[in-house]
Each structure stands twice: as structure tokens, then as C-alpha cells.
């Protein structure tokens, strides 16, 4: 079966900190996909960024950037120099196999104070 | 233009009263979905489309049930509305293939409150 799994609930941090976002996938599928989604006080849902199974690359886009190790599951995101703006539940997703539909975790919600 | 578009934004009924919620999308994508954001705003798939074909229906009560008119459009019809539907409820669409599959596409949200 798949699973995501974010293991921090809520994190609080000071603007201009660094802040890393936790993510464990379980799949059987060779290839899959998985996505950082970002969702803001305002309710709908941002597409960050997506990455499949081939590519073990990290990406950086401005502040944000990512880590994706096949061997132990994981695809963090780091927010480096935080801004109040960051402030929002972020969800990490997974989908592979034929069924084409995400599989989520359960968000962790990140909270900047200035 | 909005890439994919779900009326109403926000929806305040009685129980048991039936209420739809539309959703279109133009990004030419042959796959859609509807989601729901419980409470505790934990995502779970409700259904899938492709192309007009449901290919995902999860455990959900019959008292839904979605409608694909075209490829473009996805509707969701609620029957005999319960307190426990109150949830907000998403519509996406991707492009779903054997190669690839793109990212999912959100619509703004309904936030469904029954009363």
C-alpha cells in the first residue's frame, strides 16, 4: 500500500530562520511521482514542485529547495530565510501505479513569526 | 483564466437536502478528481475521471456521486446531506499516462457546512 507520512504536525520558527520540512513515502511501485503542495490561510491548494521516481536530483527554486533519497524514502523541503509569507500547511504527495491519484500526508503546518 | 474552476465557493444547507458542486477545468487535461479536506485538513481522494470514465471510486456513501458530462467538467451531487459531509471538498485534474503523470491542478475549494 502507499503511504506518506509527515511526522512534524506544526513547526514554529523565527523569520529568516531555516526551516525543513519532513517527508516518508511507502510505495511498491518502480515508478511514481511525488509532489510538494503548499496550502495558505486562504484554503487552496499551491503545486511546488514535482519529482519522479528516475530522478534523484535536488532541486532549488529561489528560497525553497528539495532533497529526494530513494534509499531511505524521504523527500524533505527547506525553506531557507523564512518569511511570514512561507506561513501555510504544507502537504507532501505521492502517486504512482495506474490509479493516477495522490496519496497524502497529513500537512505539516509551518507558522513564521516575525 | 482560471485553470480549473469549482462553484460554489461556499455552501450552507440544511440536512437532508441534495446540493451539487460544479467543477471545470481548461487545461485540456484528460483526467479529474474530486478530493476531501476533512476538519483536521487531511487530503483523501473521493473519485477519478478519465475521460468521462470513473476509475477510482473509494469508500464512499452512495449519497455521492460525481457526473462527467464531458472531459472538461466534473460534478459532484450530494443526496439526503449529513452533519459529517461538512468538509471542504476539491476538484483537480492532470494528465494521467502509462510515462507520465503530471501534477494535479486544484480548484479553490468548497467549503460544504451542514446545519
Known sequence: ?114 | DTAVSQTPKYLVTQMGNDKSIKCEQNLGHDTMYWYKQDSKKFLKIMFSYNNKELIINETVPNRFSPKSPDKAHLNLHINSLELGDSAVYFCASSQRGVQVNTEAFFGQGTRLTVV
Open chain 1, 1 to 114: 500500500a502507499q503511504k506518506v507520512t509527515q511526522a512534524q504536525t506544526e513547526i514554529s520558527v523565527v523569520e529568516k530562520e531555516d526551516v525543513t520540512l519532513d517527508c516518508v513515502y511507502e510505495t511498491r511501485d518502480t515508478t511514481y511521482y511525488l509532489f510538494w503542495y503548499k496550502q495558505p490561510p486562504s484554503g487552496e491548494l499551491v503545486f511546488l514542485i514535482r519529482r519522479n521516481s528516475f530522478d534523484e536530483q535536488n532541486e532549488i527554486s529561489g528560497r525553497y529547495s528539495w532533497n529526494f533519497q530513494k534509499s531511505t524514502s524521504s523527500f524533505n523541503f527547506t525553506i531557507t530565510a523564512s518569511q511570514v509569507v512561507d506561513s501555510a500547511v504544507y502537504f507532501c504527495a505521492l502517486t504512482g501505479g495506474s490509479q493516477g491519484n495522490l496519496i497524502f500526508g497529513k500537512g505539516t503546518k509551518l507558522s513564521v513569526k516575525p
